[in-house]
């Protein structure tokens, strides 16, 4: 019985001795740099931007290395909404990025994304068929929201807006691909532009607008059209608007 569990006990001890011998085989060396993984597609974020970011943290152990405070520092890269980061045994870092995807440009030098954070890329050259967005900073989700109601009135005309400023005695300034540019109280554009939209067809119509009216029209193909009246709306030639 006695040598029974000897041998037994002999077994456990070269089992463990084994275990021991495979984790330190597979153990990260001290000084040995982590090598890393993307598992998100990367649009707008290059590798090298990705590499200057997590190069010192892939100097560091696979133990030590600081999680948090690379995730901080790669979401310092203005196209990162989010970043996630993990360890992978033994050696490897996985990096997960999740981009900020712009809808518009925000004056010419910055970009708003679809919950309004306006952010500075470097270059925003190749995003120059976004419509311009401009207002204060502290209003981007609200302007979001007001050019894509004012887009969705000016549809059935088949015009797409460019621009649009709002100012602060809350006028909204819309230029749109038409020619024209639209001037209208925020607060009240659903119904200033669902006037206009009935109005608009009829200014062509001799039966309905004087001769006067039409000839304007048609030497002028960009109108300013302020549509803060109470009572209707006031054209004039963009030639002849300061």
Known sequence: MLHRWLKLGLVVLLAGLVVVWVLLMMKPEQNATLSYKIISPLQNIT??????????????????????????????????????????????LVLKLVEREPVARWRQQSLVDRQGVIFNPDDVAAF????????????????????????????????????????????????VDAGHQIYLIASDK????????????????????????????KQSARWKIDLRYSNGMALNPLNNVD
Do not use: C
């Open 47 to 92: 590798l090298d931007q990705v590499e200057d970011q997590i190069w010192p943290y892939l100097e560091q152990s696979f133990w030590d290395v600081d999680l948090v405070g690379l995730q901080q520092v790669l979401q310092l890269n203005p196209w990162v909404e989010s970043a996630f980061v993990s360890k992978q045994w033994p050696n490897q």
């Open 128 to 175: 120059g068929h976004l419509v311009v967005l401009d207002a204060h900073e502290l209003q981007s989700r609200a302007m979001l929201r007001h050019w894509s109601e004012v887009q969705a009135l000016l549809n059935p005309l088949d015009w797409q807006v460019l621009g649009m400023t709002w100012f602060a005695d809350d006028v909204l300034k819309v230029d």
């Open 190 to 217: 659903k119904q200033l532009v669902q006037r206009f939209m009935l109005a608009w067809p009829k200014l062509s119509d001799s039966t309905v607008q004087p001769v006067i009216l039409n000839s304007a029209l």
